[in-house]
């Protein structure tokens, strides 16, 4: 159900065609970008935690993975997870299917700075074989993000 709520969402803003279901897309970063013909850096994931008792989303780079020690500097908390077999309930979207599009109503969500390094990112669209190409503005303008934060490692360059 999650997939056709992101799919009537880009169909209201005129982006429907940019919604595509795959084949198969596979379980990780890698073989999502072997399916879309991209490098992986390019997948914007997207994470989900537990903040203050409610459920939030940060949707970095395919190639960066979250530093405890900023993620704590930034929202003052440890990272903590939400179990796989909560995700679903609290978020909208099941685990591997994850998008910060057609979510419940009150989760935040905010992108990482891993991802401005590039024009076009690719993300999940509400099920496990679809996917979503988006400009970084698109992506910006249709999250709904509370704002950008730089809690990830393993992306630059000199790292």
């Known amino acids: ?13 005129g ?19 072997e399916a879309i013909g991209c490098e992986p850096a390019r997948i914007a994931k997207t ?41 679903e309930v609290l978020i909208g979207h099941a685990p591997g299917a994850v998008c910060p599009f057609a979510i419940h109503e009150g989760v935040k969500v905010y992108l990482d ?10 993300t999940a669209g509400g099920n496990a074989n679809s996917t979503i190409e988006l400009s970084l503005e698109e992506l910006e303008q249709h999250a709904y993000h509370s704002g950008w934060v730089d809690v990830c490692k393993g992306w630059y360059v000199n790292e």
């Open 113 to 122: 700075v891993s991802l401005k390094r590039f024009d076009i990112v690719y």
């Open 47 to 87: 994470m989900s935690f537990i903040q203050d008792g409610e459920p939030a989303l940060v949707v970095m780079a395919g190639d960066a993975k979250v530093n405890n020690t900023k993620y704590k500097a930034c929202f003052h908390q440890k990272a903590v997870m939400i179990p796989g077999d909560q995700v």
């Open 1 to 13: 159900m999650s997939y056709e709520k992101v799919k009537e969402y880009f169909d209201g803003v």
């Open 15 to 33: 982006l429907g065609e940019r919604v595509v279901l795959r084949e198969h897309i596979g379980d990780t970063v890698e073989h999502a970008a």
